[in-house]
């Protein structure tokens, strides 16, 4: 069943687990991602980034979407991840996306408030979460600017006034993640996770989180973490198992075949990550 955000991640905030929100870039994304959501039994969020969009349109993502979620009986919320303004956050309201992000991170703090406000404001009206960003996550998302050589850590002060005068109801925090390939092990900044949590009633976000060490996501969970978003990841163990079939079967000219291998792959990895965020059973 298609559901928004609020119910399954206020749950996973006050029982302490994490609900996994997975980047979907085709039909195939859709399916394995939810295979994965049925056999833990976990709730899903399944999530478009504005450049995905660019290539089908949001809605055909939420025709796929919303028929994954009308076979399954696990919740599954649709999202719209770095929304890049608000014309594009209102498109995808009203196409009937079941959340969406606005992400003001890359402007000063006060224009990241004006940005993030008007989309908060219809969210409430309309019944639909909306997840803000503040301070910075390193990297490349998508098509916006490479953040690199800016303080990456949220102020948890700010954090306190920038939820007041904006009325998000999620925020993604800048806690030393990345977007895109890690180059060395990455480090969350846990001290940061709970000063923050300690200060903020609504859940919080982790992004850039393909590559981090599993115990490091598990330590942010337990320490107020509630929503974990994976991309790259998702793409790498898509291309691998696509690859691999085609690498055994050259001759071979049914996408079908080695679509399998990919979903398979997304699949796997998909139900390590949701028993490493505690949400298996959680459905």
């Not at 993604?172 to 940061?192: C, K, L, N, S």
């Given at each position: 069943?298609?559901?928004?955000?609020?119910?399954?991640?206020?749950?996973?905030?006050?029982?302490?687990?994490?609900?996994?929100?997975?980047?979907?870039?085709?039909?195939?994304?859709?399916?394995?991602?939810?295979?994965?959501?049925?056999?833990?039994?976990?709730?899903?969020?399944?999530?478009?980034?504005?450049?995905?969009?660019?290539?089908?349109?949001?809605?055909?993502?939420?025709?796929?979407?919303?028929?994954?979620?009308?076979?399954?009986?696990?919740?599954?919320?649709?999202?719209?991840?770095?929304?890049?303004?608000?014309?594009?956050?209102?498109?995808?309201?009203?196409?009937?996306?079941?959340?969406?992000?606005?992400?003001?991170?890359?402007?000063?703090?006060?224009?990241?408030?004006?940005?993030?406000?008007?989309?908060?404001?219809?969210?409430?009206?309309?019944?639909?979460?909306?997840?803000?960003?503040?301070?910075?996550?390193?990297?490349?998302?998508?098509?916006g600017p490479a953040v690199e050589g800016e303080n990456p850590y949220t102020d948890p002060d700010e954090a306190v006034e920038f939820v007041e005068r904006t009325?998000?109801?999620?925020?993604?925090?800048?806690?030393?993640?990345?977007?895109?390939?890690?180059?060395?092990?990455?480090?969350?900044?846990?001290?940061?996770v709970c000063e923050i949590a300690s200060k903020l009633d609504i859940p919080l976000v982790l992004h850039g989180t393909s590559g981090v060490p599993d115990e490091?996501?598990?330590?942010?969970?337990?320490?107020?973490?509630?929503?974990v978003n994976y991309a790259t990841e998702l793409r790498q163990a898509y291309t691998k198992g696509f690859m691999a079939y085609m690498a055994e079967n050259p001759?071979?000219?049914?996408?079908?075949?080695?679509?399998?291998?990919?979903?398979?792959?997304?699949?796997?990895?998909?139900?390590?990550?949701?028993?490493?965020?505690?949400?298996?059973?959680?459905?």
């Open positions: 069943m298609l559901v928004t955000t609020k119910e399954m991640l206020l749950d996973a905030k006050k029982n302490h687990y994490g609900v996994g929100a997975f980047n979907v870039e085709n039909l195939e994304f859709v399916m394995a991602v939810l295979a994965a959501a049925e056999e833990t039994k976990s709730p899903v969020i399944m999530q478009t980034t504005p450049g995905t969009v660019k290539s089908a349109g949001l809605d055909y993502f939420y025709g796929m979407v919303a028929a994954a979620a009308a076979r399954t009986e696990v919740p599954v919320a649709l999202h719209l991840d770095h929304g890049d303004g608000f014309e594009r956050c209102m498109q995808a309201m009203h196409t009937g996306y079941t959340s969406v992000m606005i992400d003001g991170s890359h402007v000063p703090y006060e224009e990241n408030i004006a940005t993030t406000a008007p989309v908060a404001r219809v969210g409430a009206a309309m019944g639909i979460p909306v997840e803000a960003e503040l301070g910075k996550v390193g990297g490349k998302e998508d098509d009325g998000c109801t999620s925020l993604a925090i800048g806690v030393g993640t990345a977007h895109g390939v890690y180059h060395g092990t990455p480090h969350i900044q846990q001290d940061v490091q996501v598990a330590e942010a969970i337990k320490n107020g973490i509630s929503k001759e071979c000219f049914d996408p079908k075949k080695p679509a399998k291998w990919g979903m398979a792959e997304i699949t796997k990895i998909v139900k390590i990550r949701m028993e490493n965020l505690g949400s298996v059973g959680r459905a």
